[in-house]
């Protein structure tokens, strides 16, 4: 089975810097593509930042290019999203997930497995 456990949230000032931690099991994790989504109260769940199966390959959502950055341990079966220059408006439930092939995928249906989130909250 499966598993996907995200870490690293908490409360942080505006510009201040988090880093999310997602450790997955139950898969050959280095043969899938990894991604961030967040949801914040109210609102749809929506992308953050993908990277492929070999971590050469990544992309981030506009609203945090420059800000964020993912990358991934294909050794410790981890993936992680740096978060800098944090905002108000970065404030949601972080999840990580396990995309259905090799290459970064954006939509929240190219990903299968999805772990339970983790809290971040920003504030002013």
């Known amino acids: 089975q499966v598993q996907l456990v995200e870490s690293g949230g908490g409360l942080v000032q505006a510009g201040g810097s988090l880093r999310l931690s997602c450790a997955a099991s139950?898969?050959?994790?280095?043969?899938?593509?990894m991604g961030w989504f967040r949801q914040a109260p109210g609102k749809e769940r929506e992308f953050v930042a993908a990277?492929?199966?070999?971590?050469?390959?990544?992309y981030v959502a506009d609203s945090v290019k420059g800000r964020f950055t993912i990358s991934r341990d294909n050794a410790k079966n981890t993936v992680y999203l740096q978060m800098n220059s944090l905002r108000p408006e970065d404030t949601a439930v972080y999840y990580c997930?396990?995309?259905?092939?090799?290459?970064?995928?954006?939509?929240?249906?190219?990903?299968?497995?999805w772990g339970q989130g983790t809290q971040v909250t920003v504030s002013s």
């Open positions: 139950g898969r050959t994790f280095g043969s899938y593509a």
């Open positions: 997930a396990s995309g259905v092939g090799t290459k970064l995928r954006v939509a929240r249906y190219e990903y299968d497995y």
């Open positions: 990277i492929n199966w070999s971590g050469a390959s990544t």
